[in-house]
């Protein structure tokens, strides 16, 4: 005899993909993004994101940012979700616009988590360690070239 396969409810599929995306807001995105919240007012507290805006003031001028959107370049490169929390931290607290947000956009994502992809990908795929920083390197190109054309269309 033949084994009749049955095909599941769609509703069935629907909350499953339902528990797997709560499940990974709450245990991925969420924490990242709560983290950057928290980075960023410890940074204005102590006074370092004013200093971090002075110091990266030069730098990111030529993309059309201030300096404090260094902060969340630096956000990127550690977790997406933590730069998107870093950039609402930095517009609520008026350091950025809705301007610098579509720069930035791009850079996020080409940037994206590369500390996290280094050891979960890279080391495991065997990339040869002496590849990794040029690869960075690429990506951090990549990310100011699109930050300047952004910067030109906006």
Same mark, same amino acid.
């Given at each position: *005899?033949?084994? &009749?396969?049955?095909?599941?409810?769609?509703?069935?599929?629907?909350?499953?993909?339902?528990?797997?995306?709560?499940?990974?807001?709450?245990?991925?995105?969420?924490?990242?993004?709560?983290?950057? %919240?928290?980075?960023?007012?410890?940074?204005?507290?102590?006074?370092? /994101?004013?200093?971090?805006?002075? &110091? %990266?003031?030069?730098? *990111?001028?030529?993309?059309?940012?201030? @300096?404090?959107?260094?902060?969340? #370049?630096?956000?990127?490169? *550690?977790?997406?979700?933590?730069?998107?929390?870093?950039?609402?931290?930095? %517009?609520?607290?008026? $350091? /950025?616009? @809705?301007? $610098?947000?579509?720069?930035?956009?791009?850079?996020?994502?080409?940037?994206?988590?590369?500390?996290?992809?280094?050891?979960?990908? #890279?080391?495991?795929?065997?990339?040869?360690?002496?590849?990794?920083?040029? *690869?960075?390197?690429?990506? &951090?190109?990549?990310?100011?070239?699109?930050? %300047?054309?952004?910067?030109?269309?906006?």
């Amino acid at each position: *005899m033949s084994e &009749v396969t049955k095909k599941p409810m769609i509703t069935d599929v629907f909350v499953a993909g339902a528990r797997k995306g709560w499940n990974i807001a709450v245990t991925s995105t969420v924490p990242n993004v709560l983290m950057a %919240f928290v980075v960023i007012k410890a940074l204005k507290i102590t006074g370092l /994101l004013d200093m971090m805006g002075t &110091v %990266f003031a030069p730098v *990111m001028a030529v993309v059309g940012l201030p @300096g404090e959107a260094a902060a969340v #370049l630096m956000g990127a490169w *550690m977790s997406m979700g933590g730069a998107v929390g870093v950039a609402v931290s930095l %517009f609520d607290s008026g $350091h /950025l616009t @809705g301007e $610098h947000l579509a720069i930035l956009a791009p850079a996020i994502y080409l940037m994206g988590s590369q500390i996290q992809y280094a050891g979960r990908i #890279l080391g495991v795929v065997g990339t040869k360690a002496k590849l990794i920083p040029i *690869m960075i390197g690429f990506s &951090v190109l990549n990310a100011f070239i699109a930050m %300047f054309l952004m910067n030109i269309l906006v």
